[in-house]
Each structure stands twice: as C-alpha cells, then as structure tokens.
C-alpha cells in the first residue's frame, strides 16, 4: 500500500480554545510526527498537523474525518501531502 505523508491546518472553535489540550486531543486520534502553530487573526492560531497515513488504513479522507470529530476543532484543510 502507498504512504503518505500529509500535512492539514486545523482551526480551532475560537481563539480562546487551549492549544496544548487540542495538541493531546489530536494525539489521540492519529499518530503525529510534528505540531506547528500559525497566526490567523485577532489572537486566533491554526495547528499544522504532519502525519504520515496510507491507502489501508482510508487515506487522507480518514484522517480529515477523525481531526473532524474532535470536539475543539472548527475545520480542517488539507494542506499538503507527499507519497512516499
């Protein structure tokens, strides 16, 4: 099956939402290989989350889907992503 490596920008409910929990929450969910924070506006910051999934276990779509049920979590675009 073909990796991938992918790299989706998570926006939080508000700019009051405690990254760090969000950081853990997302942890859960799926393996991570690296955080990144970025600048959105008015004090807002979206989470960068790098992760490497494959076809077998549903692709990028199953990965949008779990970042997605995570309660603190407003959207989720998929940035970027690389087969390796």
Do not use: R, W
């Amino acid at each position: 099956m073909a990796k991938v490596q992918c790299v989706y920008k998570v926006m939080p409910e508000d700019a009051e939402t405690d990254l760090e929990q969000l950081k853990q929450n997302i942890e859960e969910k799926i393996d991570v290989d690296d955080f990144q924070e970025e600048e959105v506006a008015f004090g807002l910051k979206a989470i960068k989350v790098s992760t490497i999934t494959s076809d077998e276990e549903g692709g990028t779509d199953a990965v949008e889907e779990k970042l997605n049920g995570i309660e603190e979590v407003q959207s989720v675009e998929l940035e970027h992503f690389d087969k390796l």
